[in-house]
């Protein structure tokens, strides 16, 4: 037994996967130096004086599964396992959409340095049976995908936009014939910055994150028109309006199985020109009530930061647990209260968590160095639209 570990349960002893239950209590006061960057996860840092700490701190970054709470094992349950399906170059990779009706996972490449200087006409689908990788391109051709979401079998998308191509869109797809169709390219005639992710609530209403991340990294060659924003879009009749405004950077967005809570991280974290991270930018996982029209959100409180890195993409389980791509792997947190209650890691090393979809009782991650499928989750993940 390592140090500031806790035995697993009994009922987890015959699981297939590598797991760790971190002893909280143990942590509380720990012997000796340490030190870690808030942008790094606890594991991945050598600065330890003490023995003890080390070796248990290297053993988690073997792992797979790390839990913080007992109600991590009952999420996941002891049949859990995770699988790296395709390895892929070490740059982002985005706007995963699981896609029932074919069992093929829709996801992007995104950003430099891939495509042509950045810019992606082409989408990755890749089916779960075969584990067959190619290309596909709609038609017309989307340009830069960013988030993705399905609904009633079609998939929603948003983009970055790219020079003549137009500024960031919200497309729908076909996934069967790859028809795609604008549905909204700007805000009373003002262009979106480009957009980040997107969310559907229960009525199949919108919310869209347009952020300032395609900027930064120089796919748009626009200056963004106004802070990153969240849009609340009617589906009916397409009207639109900001429900959120940061001085930030507007990312991922999930909503509850109720439909009365939308959470938002925000990745302020991120600074462009020149491109890097820095821990004292915005973190934060905020949560805020949802009114009965969709369209005015309140009541703010941050309800986590993450223990490493930043929340990237989002999502919320049929019984209402939120998914965040983390970096070395994907948070599990409680909605009540916002503790972390487990880790889902990717590997470590140049590895990193981006998003994910959510199947039945299985997930994929996608991210830098590809995709990864969780399967053999013990509750069902995937939600009612």
């Known amino acids: 037994m390592y140090e500031y570990l806790h035995s697993l349960p009994a009922f987890m002893n015959a699981t297939a996967a590598k797991w760790a239950y971190v002893s909280l209590s143990a942590l509380g006061a720990l012997p000796g130096q340490f030190n870690r960057s808030a942008l790094e996860a606890p594991w991945a840092t050598d600065d330890v004086s003490d023995f003890g700490l080390s070796q248990t701190l290297a053993y988690l970054n073997s792992t797979e599964f790390v839990a913080y709470d007992k109600r991590f094992f009952e999420i996941l349950g002891p049949e859990a396992t995770i699988e790296h399906v395709q390895e892929l170059a070490f740059q ?3 706007a995963p959409c699981y896609i029932e009706d074919t069992n093929q996972l829709f996801f992007v490449e ?7 200087n950045g810019t992606h006409p082409w989408q990755y689908l890749f089916d779960i049976d075969t584990n067959e990788l ?6 017309p051709p989307t340009y830069n995908a960013h988030g993705c979401v399905v609904y009633n079998h079609s998939l929603y998308v948003v983009t970055d936009g790219y020079g003549d191509q137009g500024t960031g869109q919200l497309v729908k797809i076909d996934p069967q014939s790859w028809k795609q169709e604008v ?3 700007n805000y009373f005639v003002q262009p979106f910055a480009g957009f980040n992710d997107l969310e559907i609530d ?4 919108f919310y869209l994150t347009d952020s300032k991340s395609a900027w930064g990294r120089g796919i748009v060659d626009f200056t963004p028109p106004t802070n990153p924003t969240v849009y609340f879009v009617e589906r009916e009749t397409l009207r639109i309006k900001p429900v959120h405004i940061t001085d930030g950077n507007a990312n991922g967005v999930a909503i509850s199985p109720d439909g009365k809570t939308l959470y938002i991280p925000d990745t302020g974290v991120s600074k462009y020109y020149p491109t890097g991270k820095t821990p004292y930018g915005k973190r934060a996982l905020s949560a805020f009530d949802i009114s009965q029209s969709g369209a005015v959100l309140s009541n703010e409180r941050l309800l986590s930061n993450p223990i490493s890195y930043f929340y990237d993409g989002v999502r919320v389980s049929r019984n209402g647990w939120i998914f965040c791509g983390a970096g070395d792997g994907v948070d599990v947190i409680d909605p009540e ?3 972390t209650l487990g880790t889902i890691r990717v590997g470590g090393g140049e590895n990193l968590a981006v998003s994910l979809s959510f199947g039945r009782n299985e997930l994929w991650i996608v991210g830098r160095g590809g995709v990864w499928h969780v399967k053999g989750i013990r509750e069902r993940l995937d939600r009612d639209w």
């Open 92 to 94: 982002s990779h985005e």
């Open 110 to 116: 995104w950003g430099p340095p891939g495509g042509d």
């Open 134 to 139: 190619r290309r596909i391109t709609t038609d």
């Open 183 to 185: 549905i909204l390219n």
């Open 202 to 205: 229960p009525h199949g209403n």
């Open 337 to 339: 209260s916002g503790f």
